[in-house]
């Protein structure tokens, strides 16, 4: 068997996902700072606002969803729960699953801005308060940094936001004594906003300090401001095409740019489910770079192929629609669903199977194997604001003992002479290109396929000289 040399591809180009991806051949079968006030009072009832023992005031309009937007916010930064979690309809957040499909937008809207803009805001309310509120739940910061939100990001009028942080503080017992507090530093900023605004360094500021020095040692100051600066742009909607539908025709219904690398880039989407072609199944939604690691697989079809660690499904689909016999595999029941039923939409079979890749016992072997493993996500950031909030760099760690773990075992389950595709969505080379040269050192009978520069249109200065495909969120 004629062994070529792995591959280890990162693709987190636009900022949508990077993607490492590798593939590999298996030679063998084995000051005027407003003061802090303390106030007295009955607290209020938590869904109104209204005093304990008085009757129930009609509901302030818009109240509810900046509710919604304090709580999600605040779970993401201080609990390090998901934001996809928490936006889920079904088993998301209460004060979420409540509202209307207009108010969940403007929700989804808050937050994301509050996150990617964190840094700032932070910034900015050191400067307007004498010292750190001393609140455990931080209820009171996160109300603070949706109100700055409206009024610096979003356009909202200046009383209106005011109104709303001091009604939600209203009805917040650990706030309720900080709601003047509120009042007086909104309104500050609200004179003041240039002042406070011109001397900062956003780019800067809205990057984690552990993250930026990662991606400062690795690639370059420049480049990682490049790549924070990319984090911060407003996302697209990138789609995937199936095979046979015109690319030109669909951009121009759907008012999309075709991307060199082929995928459809809309960017101002709004519903997903409105959109033309999507009822009748002519293209799913994936991010362009995410789109890269399937192709690196080459000519598929008729080849029984593995998608290890499958959701949320966007590669399944592109095996399968190139006629591939895909096998699905992930650890997460509900999320396989989710694949299911889109596949179902887009008329694509697959095989799936429920399985924890550290511990599954897979005898059946496969012509390719595509392997998206778990990660930092440090490279979605774009897409994902939450990501950087919900990892800490001793994760980095953790992860990496896995992705070596799942590589080996995926070895395993690949025919002699077959590929893998190893990917990951994060920019640390701990995950990437680290973990294949290991890899080649560790397993003498793997050996890199180089990806050639020519491989896939417009990859020019994105492959690595050991021929792995590395791209950035500013890419």
Known sequence: MSGRNGRTTNNSGNGARPNRNARAENKNSSSGKPKQARHSGKTGDRKTGAPQGRPARKPVPGLATRRAAVDILGKVVHSRRMLAAEFDTEHGNNFY????????????????????????????????????????????????????VEILFLDVAGHAAVSLAVDEASAERKAQPYKGLINAVLHRLIREREAFLAPQDAVRLNALDWLFARWSAAYGEETARAIAAAHMAEPGLDITLKPAEDAAAWAEKLGATVLPTGSLRIAEAGRVEDLAGFET????????????????????????????????GGKTAQLAAAGAKVTAVDISPNRLKRVSQNMERLGLSMEVRTADLGVWEQGETFDSILLDAPCSATGT??????????????????????????????????????????????????????????????????????????????????????????????H
């Open 381 to 474: 950031a774009r897409c994902h604001p939450d990501m950087p909030w919900s990892e800490r760099e001793a994760d980095i760690v953790t992860l990496s003992e896995i992705q070596a773990r799942f590589l080996r075992r995926a070895l395993g389950w690949l025919k002699p002479g077959g590929v893998m595709v190893y990917c990951t969505c994060s920019l640390e080379p701990e995950g990437g290109e680290r973990q294949i040269e290991a890899l080649l050192t560790d397993v003498p009978s793997v050996e890199r396929v180089p990806i050639a520069a020519d491989e896939i249109t417009e990859l020019d200065g994105l492959v690595t000289p050991a021929g792995d495909l590395r791209t950035l969120p500013c």
């Open 97 to 148: 699953r409540e509202l209307a499909a207009n108010d969940r937008a403007l929700v989804r809207a808050i937050v994301g801005v509050a996150l990617h803009h964190r840094g700032q805001i932070a910034e900015m309310l050191t400067r307007l308060l004498d010292r750190p509120i001393p609140e455990k739940t931080d209820r009171v910061e996160d109300i603070l940094h949706v109100a700055i």
């Open 281 to 312: 199944g002519a293209w799913w939604v994936q991010d362009a770079a995410a789109a890269l690691p399937t192709q690196l697989l080459g000519d598929v079809a008729g080849l029984n192929v593995a998608d290890l660690c499958a959701t949320p």
